[in-house]
């Protein structure tokens, strides 16, 4: 077991000034263009393939980081070039979770390559939970998945919505309900592979934010797919169900379902997206401090901008420590006895979201202009709030958690 610790080593910190380096020379002279257009960023993605950053093999090296701290380190330094652009490029991580999670090593080895492709044919993939009717109510979800034992198939059918890469992913990664009477614990998990008859790409959203990624419903009909794409396999699904079913019969008891497995795993992550966005919010805000002037001197001069500023620092620093936290507890076994992953994205998703909106008034007339960076960047940090889980269902997991009370 890794030590925890708040300093970077000498190779994450090489691999730290290598990403940020690529974030300031790619992905921020991008971001405007992108914003703007509302489009996949084919040609960043591509970028980042290239190098070596949108890859399995550096997606799984900062997965296996024993310190637990590669994956936020990295979601950090991309997320402080742009929200959106990022998260084109690191959406695919989702779903490789979703395998991560569940999967066996056979399947791990089968369907993660195809997620990233390469550098000359760039992929990506999508992980689709949330319906139109079940967002964070995972246990009204009706995507269904039927086994048909005589050819040895899934038939799925339903709507998925919000899908990071929904429709345009090679590989979609699907939640959907194997045992209605069980609720939110007769979920698995299905790998959709590509060009499969039945999947297609419902309405695609126009955002308010992360303008750069793509969202959209998935819609599901008559989908047919080996069982060898269900994560984890039929007997260990048949087991668990079987486990659940007993526990339901004897009152009930907290069973980690597909989708949850995923989000407690990814949540971590997220909180580190929202620290890179709100601390690029910040050095935005404290230059433009520094250098506008007002009745003669910097406006950082005067007492209400500098506590502004002070406030956003200290937020920034105290949420990148709950993610590291989280994120070492993680990787090294510890369980989340206090819900420590959903604090970790409940406070830095709502920093975010203050850090940005405290910029844009620090700027004041030119922070509410796309001249300026910052208005991106409050749009943008209004989703970590939302998605993965929002603000009120991180708090609702953590009341849960320490009180005792299951999980649903």
Not at 48 to 73: E, N, W
Not at 82 to 87: E, F, K, R, S, T
Not at 172 to 187: I, Q, R, T
Not at 267 to 274: E, I, L, S
């Amino acid at each position: 077991m890794a030590e925890f610790t708040m300093e970077l080593n000498d190779e994450q910190k090489e691999v730290r000034d290598w990403l940020h380096g690529f974030a300031a020379d790619v992905i921020r002279p991008a971001a405007a263009e992108w914003d703007e257009r509302e489009e996949t960023p084919w040609p960043v993605i591509q970028e980042a393939a290239k190098v070596g950053i949108y890859s399995l093999d550096f997606y799984a090296q900062q997965y296996f980081d024993p310190t637990g701290l590669g994956i936020p380190m990295a979601m950090e330094e991309l997320f402080w070039g742009d929200a959106g652009i990022a998260l084109s490029i690191v959406g695919t991580g989702l779903a490789a979770v979703g395998v991560l999670a569940n999967g066996t090593d056979e399947q791990i080895g089968t369907w993660i390559p195809q997620m990233y492709g390469d550098a000359d044919d760039v992929k990506v993939a999508a992980f689709c939970s949330s319906e139109p009717d079940a967002g964070s109510d995972v246990a009204s979800m009706r995507t269904r998945a039927v086994y048909d034992e005589a050819k040895d198939e899934w038939v799925i059918n339903g709507t998925k919505t919000w899908a990071t890469n929904g429709g345009i992913a090679n590989v979609h990664v699907v939640v959907a309900v194997v045992d209605p009477e069980l609720g939110s614990k007769g979920h698995a998990s299905f790998i959709i592979p590509p060009n499969t008859p039945g999947l297609s790409q419902g309405q695609k959203f126009k955002k308010h934010g992360i303008r750069a990624s793509h969202t959209a419903e998935v819609v599901l009909e008559n989908v047919r797919v080996p069982g060898s794409c269900l994560l984890g396999g039929k007997e260990k699904l048949d087991e668990r169900l079987a486990r659940a079913r007993e526990r339901a019969k004897a009152g009930g008891e907290r069973v980690k379902n597909a989708a949850m497995a995923t989000f407690e795993a990814s949540r971590p992550a997220v909180g580190a997206m929202a620290v890179g966005t709100a601390r690029a919010a910040y050095e935005e805000a404290l230059e433009y401090a520094k250098t506008r002037e007002q009745f003669g001197r910097p406006i950082i001069d005067n007492q209400g901008v500098a506590f502004q500023l002070a406030d956003m620092r200290t937020q920034i620093d105290a949420a990148r420590l709950l993610v590291w936290r989280a994120s070492w507890m993680a990787v090294n076994g510890k369980p989340f006895t206090a819900a420590e992953g959903s604090m970790s994205k409940l406070f830095a998703s709502e920093t975010a979201k203050k850090v940005t909106a405290q910029a844009v008034q620090i700027l004041g007339g030119n922070g509410f202009t796309r001249e300026y960076p910052v208005e991106r960047m409050h749009r943008d940090a209004a989703i970590y709030t939302i998605f993965e889980g929002t603000s009120e269902i991180q708090r609702l997991v953590i009341a849960r958690t320490l009180s005792g009370m299951p999980i649903r």
